[in-house]
């Protein structure tokens, strides 16, 4: 599989939701396959939360390959003999794509706490300005799970002839009080850091020296985005060898879990980028403020495939039953499936049960 990484400039504009704007940015992105002629071979791949460009494959010093090795590359099930795959960092994120920590141009100070809030629509209108640049003016499918899937509903609400198929996995429509009240830890932990600074830390002192607020609000995402089922299967009430049952401070295994991959976290994640991503989700509402969602789902023209996953706690089975049903409703069911995956892994399944769904997703890309 051909793996390319770049990074394109824009010297323009991007007009946001908040109007505000970002006078420039920048956005770094991978791609996997080769383009053919006419540039009708392309499939969109957008990342959830911590996610970043690098999907699958690995890099020649790379221990871990892509987030989503297993579901790209060749004769995968996104097939990369076959099709052209674009995965792009989101603006926003820590990976290299303008983001709270690049510089303002008007100031030549990083922008730190004065980057714009952005929405899931402004993520979009970005790529779509990459696509753009790179001679792309339609889709085969774009594909995303969770953060990622808010985005592909984006796409096909507010640039519904882009893409024959709209591929949605664990998502929903807006996010509900469940899904921010877990954000607000991470938000309120990362903010009372005495490390945090009010944003203003040293640039390298998060990956120096920790930043147990973002630790903890990770221990909170790392709970919803897994299950009760797989907690109780992979560590039971089992106690770290190493620890006594009396001594205060002892852990249980699944202690030793959260905190391994907590503290972790903040070596190789910005928290200002967790803070702003977490807005972003937060305030995402593909209603944009209608009264009703029929109104913007009745503007897709793609075939929107949902897929759910049983033990998700982030996103319930019933929020993508939601667009289906609104699909129903609007007299679409020819336009929508709807794939309940009986997963093990809670939120995360989407990343590690692939095998699941994967056969359905070549049954929907087969004729493209």
């Known amino acids: 599989m051909k793996i390319e990484t770049k990074v394109e400039k824009f010297n323009e504009p991007l007009y946001l939701e908040s109007g505000r704007l970002l006078e420039s940015f920048e956005i770094i992105y991978e791609t996997y396959g080769e383009l053919n002629e006419d540039k009708s071979n392309v499939i ?27 579901f790209i590359g060749d004769g995968k099930a996104i097939d990369t003999t076959k099709y052209f795959v674009i995965c792009s960092n989101n603006i926003g994120s820590s990976y290299g794509s303008t983001s709270p920590m690049s510089i303002d141009p008007s100031t030549k100070k ?24 790179l001679g792309i003016s339609n889709a085969i499918a774009v594909v995303g799970g969770s953060m990622g899937g808010m985005q592909a509903l984006c796409y096909a609400i507010e640039h519904p002839t882009f893409a024959k198929h709209i591929i949605a996995l664990a998502t929903t429509a807006y996010t509900r009080p469940w899904a921010i009240a877990f954000n607000k830890i991470a938000i309120e932990a990362i903010r009372h850091d005495p490390i945090f600074k009010n944003g203003n830390y040293k640039k390298d002192d998060p990956k120096a020296l920790g930043l147990p607020g973002l630790a903890i609000g990770r221990m909170a995402g790392l709970i919803c985005y897994l ?49 702003y991503i977490c807005k972003t989700m937060n305030i995402f509402d593909a209603g944009r403020n209608k009264d009703k969602l029929e109104d913007s ?63 359905h997703v070549r049954e929907i890309l087969k004729d493209s």
């Open 44 to 70: 969109i791949v957008c990342h959830a939360l911590s996610g970043s460009h690098h999907a699958a494959g690995r890099y020649a010093s790379e221990a871990k390959a892509g987030w989503w090795d297993k």
């Open 110 to 133: 990083e922008y730190r706490l004065k980057f714009p809030v952005l929405a899931i629509s402004d993520i979009v209108k970005a790529q779509m300005k990459l696509y753009k640049r």
């Open 227 to 275: 299950s009760p089922n797989l907690f109780n299967n992979k560590f039971g009430r089992d106690y770290a060898s190493t620890d006594g049952l009396y001594e205060l401070f002892g852990r249980f295994e699944v202690e030793k879990y959260l905190e391994y991959n907590a503290y972790s976290f903040p070596k190789f994640f910005d928290p200002l980028s967790y803070l």
């Open 297 to 359: 789902f009745d503007k897709v023209q793609s075939n929107l495939h949902l897929i759910a996953f049983s033990d998700d706690m982030l996103f319930f089975p019933q929020e993508m039953e939601e667009i289906r049903d609104i699909m129903i409703k609007l007299g679409r069911e020819n336009q929508v499936t709807y794939k309940l995956v009986e997963s093990q892994s809670g939120h995360d399944s989407f990343l590690v049960e692939v095998e699941k769904f994967e056969n």
